[in-house]
């Protein structure tokens, strides 16, 4: 049977990854022994790998598809096909920022000076990409994570990943410069794209898991109106919104239904029950497929 290989990124995504399969319909198990989860899809061959090692194994075939950071695409440099982006992180939504930090007493205000000092990274290549295009001398040392807790002792500037800024300002760092923002994105080698079955595969998996991330953000809500009062419910709506309307058992009334995003439904619900609709009925949503 045909597979395709899919890396999976271990550590701080892979709970979140997980989650957004499950929704698009794909559920993994994983031992705490071992990193080779299974999925309840033949046509899948998962391996966790760290998301700095997929588009590595991405480049030489050791894997046809994965799901990883721009940030780590862009400090390894290889050549990969974008599939689409999916907009999730370990905590939120919202990109990570790839980020120049200093102490908060640092006299380091931009990287120009940086000139002749030392550097901690995970993003050896990225920074010094950044140095290069800044005209800038400085020593880069690869870090293994943890950047934070060496400066200043051991280093006087480092650049990380951030989503929240919580971490940085525990140990009273600020950022000085942003050289990305990132988000995860689901990418494959041009071999992948020349099989007829792993390139099938992949478009199946893009419409299935951009339909969870669109999904993510959304609500289902039905309920129940009055004819009488159908303009002024549904006038209430957001104008882009049309919901569908079907006829009830009694003709005065009608059942409206919509798609809407989370932070509108919480406003609109008690509007909505004011003006008189009711049956008012708020339900989660797996795929939204545009």
């Keep these: 049977m045909s597979q395709l290989k899919l890396g999976i990124p271990k550590g701080s995504l892979q709970e979140p990854t997980f989650a957004l399969f499950a929704r698009a319909g794909f559920h993994f198990k994983i031992s705490s022994r071992s990193y080779q989860p299974v999925v309840d899809d033949p046509e899948l061959l998962p391996i966790l790998l760290r998301p700095q090692e997929i588009p590595i194994y991405l480049a030489q075939g050791a894997i046809d598809a994965g799901l990883t950071g721009a940030d780590w695409v862009a400090d390894t440099g290889v050549e990969l096909h974008e599939v689409c982006e999916l907009r999730y992180s370990k905590l939120t939504n919202n990109p990570i920022r790839i980020v120049l930090a200093a102490h908060e007493d640092s006299p380091i205000q931009s990287v120009k000076d940086l000139e002749g000092k030392h550097v901690a990274t995970e993003y050896v290549r990225l920074t010094e990409r950044y140095l290069k295009a800044n005209q800038v001398n400085a020593s880069v040392e690869f870090s293994w994570g943890a950047c934070e807790v060496k400066v200043p002792t051991l280093a006087d500037a480092i650049v990380v990943n951030t989503e929240t800024g919580n971490s940085l300002r525990a140990h009273n760092l600020r950022i000085v410069e942003t050289l ?111």
Aim: proline share 6%; charged share 25%; with cysteine.
């Design 180 to 290: 990305m923002t990132s988000t995860t994105r689901f990418v494959c080698n041009q071999a992948a794209l020349d099989d007829e079955f792993k390139r099938a595969k992949i478009e199946s998996l893009e419409i299935l898991l951009t339909g969870a991330m669109n999904a993510s953000r959304l609500v289902g809500l039905k309920m129940n109106l009055p004819k009488a009062q159908q303009d002024h419910i549904l006038g209430l709506l957001p104008s882009l919104k049309q919901p569908t309307l079907s006829p009830l058992a009694d003709p005065d009334w009608l059942a409206a239904e919509v798609i809407l995003s989370e932070t509108e439904v919480r406003t609109l619900i008690p509007e909505l029950k004011r003006a008189g609709a009711t049956g008012l009925v708020e339900y989660p949503l797996n795929k939204v497929i545009y």
